[in-house]
């Protein structure tokens, strides 16, 4: 069964970085895509952004350049970074795994998702 | 990038059937996958539809997608609802920059 879990700080100040981990197990980091979404308080799904283990990217356009997704295959673990934040930032942030190997068919597996407010 | 629009909100009784629309704003509906999340309250989501009309392995039948060209939309069908299916649903797909678009939602409410 493959499992994704995200951990990092729960509070970020305003125009610091946020930085969040996903540990997966049940599945080898280098042989799918993997994403990040968040989910404003009360709010509908944003896409974040994807990435191969072979550094295909792809991030959401409406960030602004603030946004990177990193692999980590020794640790079997994928990283979030997101510079500049603000309190529009404060979101449940998930991490996923896209279906097949492929972008076009979603979400196979999802984490639980941890909440992230950025506030002084 | 094209939009994907859905209604607010949408209720029905217990036992019946309800279905959710998608509508793609620019392009054909059929150009890429569409795919449905479910999302109970304090939960993350679960993907209950994907590829279009492909049913992910434990998820009941009684969900089903489909797409209509005519109308550009796609549909997500729940038939015999319980008070279980009550959540909000979310349709995906891929869009042309190669990014991910999310509808905004639909909070059903069986009632």
């Known amino acids: 069964q493959v499992q994704l879990q995200e951990s990092g700080p729960g509070l970020v100040k305003p125009s610091e970085t946020l930085s969040l981990t996903c540990t997966v197990s049940?599945?080898?980091?280098?042989?799918?895509?993997w994403t990040w979404i968040r989910q404003p308080p009360g709010k509908g799904l944003e896409y974040i952004g994807y990435s191969y283990y072979s550094g295909n990217t792809n991030y959401n356009p409406s960030l602004n350049g603030r946004v990177s997704i990193s692999l980590d295959t020794s640790k079997n673990q994928f990283s979030l970074r997101l510079t500049s934040v603000t309190a529009a930032d404060t979101a449940v942030y998930y991490c996923?795994?896209?279906?097949?190997?492929?972008?076009?068919?979603?979400?196979?597996?999802w984490g639980q998702g941890t909440l992230v407010t950025v506030s002084s | 990038n094209f939009m994907l629009t859905q209604p607010h909100s949408v209720s029905e009784s217990p036992g019946k059937t309800v279905t959710i629309s998608c509508t793609r704003s620019v392009g054909a509906i059929a150009s890429n996958y569409i795919q449905w999340y479910q999302q109970r309250p304090g939960s993350a989501p679960k993907t209950v539809i994907y590829e279009d009309q492909e049913r992910p392995s434990g998820v009941s039948d009684r969900f089903s997608g489909s797409i209509d060209s005519s109308s550009n939309s796609a549909s997500l069908t729940i038939s015999g609802l319980t008070t279980e299916d009550e959540a909000d649903y979310f349709c995906?797909?891929?869009?042309?920059?190669?990014?991910?678009?999310f509808g905004g939602g639909t909070k059903l409410t069986v009632l």
């Open positions: 049940g599945a080898f980091i280098s042989n799918s895509y």
């Open positions: 996923a795994r896209a279906r097949g190997g492929i972008v076009g068919a979603g979400v196979d597996y």
């Open positions: 995906q797909s891929y869009g042309t920059s190669r990014s991910w678009v």
